[in-house]
């Protein structure tokens, strides 16, 4: 070959070369392009770690003040995207207690909330009782009345499909005196509820259930499979000015992050508080990432019920904030 050709040869080769290098290059950009489109598609994808659940509560305005009928719940929370139930008890007070807890009434109630449970495609998850006596009341008779009187929530649970109920363990007040006092009234009503399949489960509610330590201790002292706890992430009042559980201003307060992470090794559920929000759609009070995080963290992923308790939003908006809250920091963990 003389040197002309060899130049031409050569030449022709470079610009193969060339042309395949960016083409190469084009493909590679392609491919990367690809990549990044997939990996948005994946984060957009991404769901949180849990299910979630509305906890009825989180209407009971609509309910006791301005006449939502309680058995639209259903519409509602499937409306709102929810996928769960859960139920207060109180909130349907007015017709159970004028027939005195009958069967027949109690049955309707099962009845009329599976109903519209199954029209919207949502599971029922529990029944949160109230006002059904205190399972930790110091004398013996009182305690074993308010098993009993939870023992018809018990079966109407098992007739929703619920898996737990959730009490309260209001009662005694001396440490000591309530932890053997829960200890006793709680092995009474999970005996009651074992052969049934749903667990008794229990919230820190105020008074000493909100003292995490101790309420982890009770259940250690329980040691059954089908009681449990239902970590709230703002229920941590140990003791009010006037005495109550509920009402007036709480003056000592157990540290959330602390607590619910003393809860979660005896979870069944988690209910996800929350009272305001800043311009970002935070919670002001409560840093959902790092609760959150304790609760992946205690292997969860199960139900996290939203539970609405403020008053600068609407009951609605409220409920959407915290589940966009939720979503989030959810996603983000998964």
């Known amino acids: 070959m003389n040197r002309r050709k060899f130049v031409n040869s050569t030449a022709k080769t470079g610009l193969a070369l060339t042309f395949l290098g960016a083409y190469?290059?084009?493909?590679?950009?392609?491919?990367?392009k690809i990549d990044a489109t997939e990996e948005v598609v994946e984060k957009s994808m991404a769901e949180p770690f849990f299910k979630l659940s509305l906890a009825q509560w989180s209407i009971n305005k609509m309910i006791r003040n301005d006449g939502v009928d309680p058995y639209t719940f259903a519409e509602k929370a499937a409306g709102w995207g929810f996928t769960g139930l859960e139920y207060v008890s109180q909130l349907y007070n007015a017709e159970l207690e004028a027939a005195n807890f009958s069967e027949e009434a109690m049955q309707n109630f099962v009845d009329k909330c599976n109903t519209e449970a199954k029209k919207h495609g949502l599971e029922?998850?529990?029944?949160?009782?109230?006002?059904?006596?205190?399972?930790?009341a110091s004398d013996e008779k009182e305690r074993k009345e308010a098993v009993e009187n939870h023992h018809k929530w018990v079966?109407?649970?098992a007739a929703m499909g619920c898996h737990s109920i959730r009490v309260n363990l209001n009662g005694v007040q001396e440490p000591e005196n309530w932890v053997a006092a829960s200890v006793d009234g709680l092995s009474q009503l999970a005996t009651y509820a074992k052969d049934k399949n749903i667990n008794i489960i229990v919230e820190n509610h105020g008074g000493l259930s909100s003292n995490a330590a101790m309420l982890a201790s009770v259940m250690t002292k329980v040691n059954m499979d089908n009681c449990g706890t239902l970590p709230d992430f703002g229920n941590f009042c140990i003791k009010r000015e006037s005495g109550d559980y509920y009402e007036s201003k709480c003056i000592e307060e157990y540290d959330k992050y602390k607590g619910?992470?003393?809860?979660?090794?005896?979870?069944?559920?988690?209910?996800?508080k929350a009272y305001d929000f800043d311009e970002n759609g935070d919670e002001t009070k409560i840093d959902f990432a790092r609760i959150l995080k304790l609760v992946k963290d205690a292997g969860y992923s199960g139900y996290v019920g939203v539970e609405?308790?403020?008053?600068?939003?609407?009951?609605?908006?409220?409920?959407?904030?915290?589940?966009?809250?939720l979503i989030k920091e959810g996603t983000a963990l998964a």
């Open 308 to 325: 609405y308790e403020g008053e600068n939003l609407s009951e609605e908006d409220g409920i959407l904030a915290t589940k966009n809250l």
């Open 24 to 32: 190469a290059c084009k493909e590679n950009k392609k491919e990367e």
């Open 155 to 157: 079966d109407a649970a």
């Open 124 to 136: 029922n998850v529990l029944i949160m009782i109230d006002r059904q006596g205190d399972l930790a």
């Open 260 to 272: 619910v992470e003393e809860l979660m090794p005896h979870a069944k559920a988690v209910s996800a």
